[in-house]
Structures are given as C-alpha cells and as structure tokens.
C-alpha cells in the first residue's frame, strides 16, 4: 500500500523525529511505499496567498475557494503545491507525525492544510464527509504532548485529548472523506527514560506492521 | 482601555478586513488606544523555530520549551517576537479577527502563537488557566465562517460552533489566564448582500462600544 507520512517538527534528534524514521523503516519493511513530507525540512512556507497558484481568476479580490476551484480547473496550482496534493492523491494511508502545540497543529502543518487541502480539488459542494473526495483513504495523526497521560483525560488537568483534536479529526480528515484511525501518542517524552522512548517506538513498530487491517476510531460528530 | 487586534487575512478588500478597520475605529473613538498586528501585512514568519531567540540555551538539541524559558530569564527573544509579546502585555483586551479555516486559526495566526507564547513568559508552572500570566486580561475572537449559521449549531452540517472553537478558548485563551468573550461571528458573509454586510459592521460597532462591561462567555473545560 502507499503511505504519506507529514513531519513536523524542528529537531531532527527529537522524539517526533525518532517516531517518523521508525515509520518509515518499518513500513518499508513491511512491504509498503512511503512518501515523506518533512515541513520543516523542506523549509514549508504555510502562509495561504496567491502564491498557492499560477492561475488568476480574480485579480482584483483574492477570494481563496474561488481561485482554488478555477485552479483545479485549469490546473494552476504553485508545483510546490501540485506535488503535494499528489503525494495525498496517491497515498491510501497518510500519517501526520507532530507534536501538540496549544492544542493543535504546529503553524507549519496547519498551513499546510490551508494551502494544500483546495476547494474543488480536495473538497467541493456534494463531496464532504461521507462523499468526501478522500474516501477509501486513512489517516492517523501521530502526536506527542507535553505533559502525562493523566492531563489528557475527561476531567484531567487539560482534559479529553479526543475533544482536543476533534476539530482536526472531525474538521479536516473525515470532512475529505478520509476514516480516521486511533491517534497514535506519546505522552510527555522529554520525561521518559530512554528504555521508555525505545519502548514506545517499538509499539508504533509493532502497530504499523498490521495498520491496514485496524478498525476505524470513532471520532463522533458535534 | 488598552486593545490589540491581532488580524489575519490575505485580502485588504474581505468582510474580514472591514471588521478589522471597523473595530478600529469603534474602540479609538469610544476613546481606548488600540495596538495592531496585521500579521499578512507584516509577512509574519510563522515557523516557529530556533529564531524566535537571539539566546541559545542548548545548541545541540532545540527543546523549544527549554529555549524560551531561557530567553525569558535572558531577555533572549528575538525583537520582533518581544515586540508582539509587548503588545499582549500591554492590552487589556486582545480580539484576534480572522476567517475559520479548517475548524481552525489560519496558519499565520497560529503561528504567531507558537512563536509569541512562550513558556516563561506567558505561562510557567503554577501560572495556568486560573492563575494564568494574563489573568485579568480580555480575549475575543472575531471570525468570520464559510457555511451559514444552520451549518454550525449540534447537529447540523459541521456542529456546534463553540465545540470548534474550545480548543482555542479553552487552549490558548484561557489556558494562559484570559477571560473570554463571546465570540463575534458572521456567517458567510460570501452570500450576504451589501446591505447584510453592512449591517454586521454596525451590529460590531455597537457591540464593541460597551465591550468593557460585557459578561464572560461560557467555555466549559473538557
């Protein structure tokens, strides 16, 4: 199967960094095709503006859907974005390796959702949610937080980590159709020990050998 | 008063910038001073990243976390990061207007907060939600939306608006010590006429004239 795996994160001796390697050796392994997408590798820039296009439609109002729908149209999408709307066309799994940041996606990925994810291309009037473009895809947000387990609970110091990326799961994976499998998280790990940290990438190890044959997670509506 | 609008959207002509102008105007002739940043016209850089800082705490490993707690005790962040800090310091209401894109902050927004909330300064152990840095502050958010009001209450196309917003309120906002306001909100403004869109305008007006004695909204922890 083909999998995207989007990095995000500044130090390449991180544990985010870690758990993106230890995906893409043990997918590979399993026989699977893995494309990559490290942001702030690449040096992303997630601003959204006209230079998401080569195309014009209105050059006196930039309306984003409007000019996205007419690049779709007339394929006038920046390659640098082209190529990575490919890279999401093409994937039947795509991952997101980041950590929480404020209780979401890092700038760089958020943008890159902004950017990437079109009207017309990746979501258009009749094809949303259960019709999305993306259906039959799956996607997993891999994560790490700050604090422990127990602050990422109903009632805990932060509270539900399901509630806290509803709006990524619900608002942006299943709203283009994709099913949404568990997050895969790990919790506080500037406090583990290194046995701990090895221990976790050989879970995800473990977990991506049989990841296509899992169960959806339930994410729920609001 | 003191007010900082924080305003994020690509286009001088959007709903969303006659917001930003008219809220402006609103609070400068209720006779508060009112501090901006118009993070498109400033082509903010929101990749949070080794130079948020002029200090280096570790140069071999960037924990982020680490760097700004050290640039707090250092005065180590780089000047134009310091300069947005200042302002959030400085107000006594920050209102931040921009469209919700993905069920989220545009990329730039959230980058500005990755960037200019460091830990240290805006938040440190012991000084969260509650007995948060900038307990006694204000927090607004203005935004603007694609869908109309139906799409956005339980049980419609997307869900309950406020459910979308938590993790902003709740994650940022509150978890730093703001007291948050309703939020501000027009609905597709896409598909208004001239005279619903001026409509909203006034409706922001009036609103903002008495801002200081409204109620907090409701957030609700998870």
Redesign the interface.
């Known amino acids: 199967m083909n999998v995207l795996i989007v990095y995000a994160h500044?130090?390449p001796?991180?544990m985010n960094a870690a758990l993106f390697q230890t995906a893409i050796q043990a997918l590979t392994a399993a026989g699977h095709q893995v494309k990559t997408s490290n942001l702030?590798g690449m040096q992303f820039?997630?601003?959204?503006?006209?230079y998401n296009f080569t195309s014009v439609h209105n050059a006196a109002?930039?309306?984003?859907?409007l000019e996205e729908t007419h690049a779709t149209a007339v394929n006038g999408f920046a390659p640098h974005i082209d190529t990575e709307q490919e890279k999401v066309e093409w994937c039947d799994l795509m991952i997101w390796q980041f950590p929480l940041?404020?209780?979401?996606?890092?700038?760089?990925l958020?943008?890159?959702?902004?950017?990437v994810?079109a009207m017309g291309r990746t979501y258009r009037h009749g094809h949303i949610y259960e019709t999305g473009v993306f259906r039959g895809k799956k996607a997993l947000l891999s994560l790490t937080t700050?604090g422990p387990e127990s602050n990422y609970v109903?009632?805990g110091f932060?509270?539900?980590l399901s509630?806290?990326l509803?709006?990524?799961h619900?608002?942006?994976l299943e709203?283009t159709g994709f099913t949404v499998l568990a997050p895969q998280v790990v919790y506080g790990p500037?406090r583990l020990s290194d046995e701990e940290r090895a221990n976790e990438l050989a879970v995800w190890t473990t977990r991506l050998q049989g990841i296509f044959e899992e169960a959806p997670f339930t994410v729920g509506?609001?």
Do not use: M, T
């Open positions: 500044p130090e001796k991180s702030y820039n997630p601003v959204s503006d006209r109002f930039f309306k984003q859907q940041w404020w209780f979401s996606l890092p700038g760089i958020k943008g890159w959702v902004d950017r994810f700050g109903k009632g932060n509270g539900d509630g806290i509803r709006p990524i619900r608002g942006i709203f500037a509506a609001y």
